[in-house]
């Protein structure tokens, strides 16, 4: 009781320690692991409980939550709690978690389980995400709870042609690539990340780089179970019904066969749905004589089925016949691409790629739309935002509209990551860009779709991309030791089939990939066959977005902002901007713009149309005049003096207008004929060099309208002169009443 000891494993790692420690924290779940590297900390728990109903699969949820006491920071939340929804980051990692662990839990076994990563210690260089994969893994393989793993995790980076291994986070903003690979020791289980432009030749190093450094982590796991194991909980073997199998097979083979060469997703769907029914008829025919038996069997029917429709696809890819929509393994399906449909857009286009279509919307806004986010190791914005949306009417469904699911912020975080490298520097192109991909209709890779659809949309919106980005997804079918890659999956090949792997890039080279397996591991020879492919099918992909646009647009949209960059002088900033802002929140009030000021004098301006633009420029220009020789100005009088009056004639620029150039008279008491905040215009009569001292005169204005034949106001200001010689009328003085 009250004992806070442990059990401790460690092990140096590509010159850096790593630690993971059991038996301290969080006993009463049946796993738990403190996962430590530098002065980042992570506790992973699992727990699994067994489940009230039957289920035809094991539900895993995983949670990963980043403590703000972890970086000594209080939350910004109005309740200064963690609560609510997880954060968009914390949704990703635990989706990193959950991938490489769903495919390595025992067929049949059904229990519900919950893993939950808390992040209790942040260091800025070393990122808590593959620790938390590393730390999950550990917790199952120390709990009873049947896992085929355990399984290591690192991120690899490309620095001066170099592999590191988890770098720090200077390293990786010098990297070329950012991939997290997760494997067990024979095998790569997941690979997730982005690239600038690198090769598939590099991505295959990158990778086997990355699978000997994940050794280490499994036998470090090993070793922690070998001293503080669980015995594991026995699954029993699940045993097919062979007859009831066979018995599928003699009625609904021909049948399941028909449905599953109709073309078209939707009409397939009801053909094997109509096929099911049949089957079970049929079957319900076979034990008329014993109805507690056909209703027993019945449970399992569904599932057996579907086995069936996996075995007939899969044997027509290993036999050589042609896929469910009838083409080869390479063969990608029709495009068809339009452009600028959208006229109040900043941006569109319309991807679609057989029956699988994204809608591509640009919009344009300043940098305050960029988006602010507050993590572990500080606070920073984002330019750039992929926002993907898969409404349920995109696969005939009715289902409420609620916020986005993991999986859609999944594949915009893909889709983020892929174009990313191809935008212009904020230097060329100061706007922030949204792109939002709305899934029209959906049947396989919806999200390499919204990264074909995005790049056209931000070439149609005229922003100077590098290139365009196109993207594929590529399935795999795997019996014994053949395999078979499939280009361009279809929804039902990726269900049916062993691996979903997605790729994107240009030309050049790579820039998002993501793979996905639901077998126990893929070996370097499919890794390489599959990205051998996924190049020939981009290329392709490529020609036929170029053929529509091949470059961006020259203008933007006319309803994009406006935007001008101008220069000020640095020591005029605090007059634009006024006394709390109240010059420049002036300013933006009556012209609609917004304005990004910089303190050397860099001013950016955003405006809703050219003439707010203009107007904008106009008012804070004001600002930064200069004084010019022989110019009239309305000025206004700062200080009173004996000699004179001091007046500002620019914000921030004073000059004296001695007491003998106030007047063409005389004047006696300037206290009685002028007053502080009175406004009178002046003419710039000499500019000292050197100190740029300023001499002004009102008496030369007097003169000059005196000249031109105007009315002379030698008061300019409501207050009588009350001068002892008399009055001043319209044509001059009249003598003393």
């Known amino acids: ?114 893993i939950i990563a808390t992040v209790l210690s942040a260091d800025p260089n070393c990122d808590p995400d593959v620790l938390a994969v590393n730390g999950a893994s550990c917790a199952l393989h120390l709990s009873q709870i049947p896992f085929l793993g355990p399984i290591g995790c ?8 170099n592999f590191v291994i988890n770098p720090s986070s200077v390293e990786l903003e010098y990297s070329k690539m950012d991939l997290v690979v997760a494997g067990t020791k024979d095998a790569v289980v997941m690979v997730e990340g982005s690239c600038n432009f690198v090769s598939e030749e590099l991505v295959v190093e990158a990778i086997e780089f990355a699978h000997k450094h994940i050794h280490a982590f499994v036998e470090l796991q090993e070793d922690l179970r070998n001293k503080a194991g669980k015995p594991k909980i026995e699954v029993e073997e699940k045993r097919e019904d062979i007859e009831l199998l066979d018995a599928i097979e003699e009625v609904g083979y021909k049948i399941l066969s028909d449905a599953l060469r109709i073309p078209t997703k939707v009409d397939r769907k009801m053909a094997l749905k109509q096929a099911q029914e049949e089957i079970i008829g049929k079957i319900e025919q076979r034990y008329a004589s014993n109805e507690e038996l056909f209703k027993e069997k019945l449970k399992h029917l569904p599932g057996y089925i579907k ?12 036999n050589g016949h042609p896929r469910i929509d009838g083409r080869k393994l390479t063969d990608i399906r029709n495009i068809d691409i339009e452009i600028g449909l959208l006229p109040r857009a900043h941006g569109s286009a319309l991807f679609a790629r057989g029956e699988t279509k994204a809608l591509g919307v640009v919009t344009l806004g300043s940098s305050h739309d960029e988006q602010h986010i507050e993590t572990l190791t500080g606070d920073f914005s984002k330019r750039f935002m992929v926002h993907y949306n898969f409404p349920p009417y995109c696969v005939g469904e009715a289902k409420k509209l609620r916020g986005p699911s993991r999986r859609e912020i999944g594949h915009g975080a893909l889709a983020e990551k892929s174009l990313t490298p ?12 949204r792109l939002v991909s709305e899934i029209m209709e959906s049947n396989g890779s919806s999200s390499m779709a919204t990264v074909c659809a995005g790049s056209l949309a931000l070439m149609d919106a005229g922003i100077p991309v590098k290139s365009h980005v196109a993207g594929v997804a590529m399935g795999l079918i795997k019996e014994d030791d053949e395999f078979f890659i499939l280009t361009d999956i279809l929804g039902d090949e990726d269900h049916l089939g062993d691996m979903d792997f997605k790729v994107a890039g240009n030309r050049e080279g ?39 646009i091949s470059k961006p647009r020259e203008q933007l949209s006319e309803y994009a902002p406006k935007i001008e960059v101008i220069e000020v002088t640095p020591d005029r900033i605090k007059d634009i901007i006024g006394p709390s802002g109240k010059n420049i929140k ?44 022989g110019k009239t100005y309305n000025g206004k009088i700062k200080l009173l003096k004996d000699f004179g009056a001091i007046v500002e004639i620019l914000p921030g620029v004073n000059g004296l207008v001695h007491i003998s150039q106030l007047d063409i008279g005389r004047i006696n008491n300037i206290y009685k004929s002028f007053s502080p905040g009175q406004e009178i215009k002046v003419k710039v009569i000499e500019i000292e060099e050197g100190t740029g001292k300023i001499k002004l005169s009102r008496k030369a204005v007097l003169l000059d309208e005196q000249k031109r034949g105007g009315h002379i106001d030698q008061r300019s200001s409501k207050r009588p002169l009350n001068r002892d010689r008399g009055f001043r009328t319209s044509s001059g003085y009249s003598k003393k009443r």
């Open 1 to 114: 009781m009250g004992d806070i000891s442990g059990i401790r494993v460690s092990a140096a790692i590509d010159n850096k320690e790593y630690i993971i420690e059991t038996g301290k924290l969080a006993n009463q779940a049946h796993g738990s692991v403190w996962v430590q590297s530098g002065d980042t900390v992570v506790l992973v728990t699992a727990v699994t409980q067994p489940l009230d109903r039957e289920i035809d699969f094991m539900p895993l949820t995983v949670e990963y939550q980043e403590m703000s006491y972890a970086s000594g920071r209080i939350p910004g939340s109005y309740f200064k709690r963690e609560i609510g929804r997880p954060s968009e980051r914390e949704i990703l990692v635990s989706r990193l978690i959950d991938r490489p662990l769903r495919p390595l839990f025992p067929d049949g076994f059904r229990q519900e389980v919950q």
């Open 154 to 161: 690192v991120r690899v980076a490309y620095v001066d042609g």
């Open 307 to 318: 086995k069936v429709e996996s075995k007939i696809v899969r044997e027509w890819i290993k």
């Open 422 to 433: 191809i935008l212009p520097s904020p230097e060329e192109f100061p706007f922030t860009i």
């Open 510 to 548: 790579i820039t998002g990939i993501q793979l996905d397996i639901k077998i126990t591991g893929i070996s370097k020879d499919i890794l390489i066959r599959a990205l051998k492919q996924a190049r020939e099918a981009r290329f392709f992909i490529l020609d036929k977005m170029e053929s529509v």
């Open 586 to 629: 002036a300013i933006v009030k009556e012209t609609g713009a917004t304005v990004d000021i910089e303190d050397n004098g860099k001013i950016t301006i955003f405006a809703p149309d050219k003439e707010s633009l203009d107007k904008t420029i106009e008012k804070i220009m004001f600002y930064d005049q200069k004084p010019e020789l």
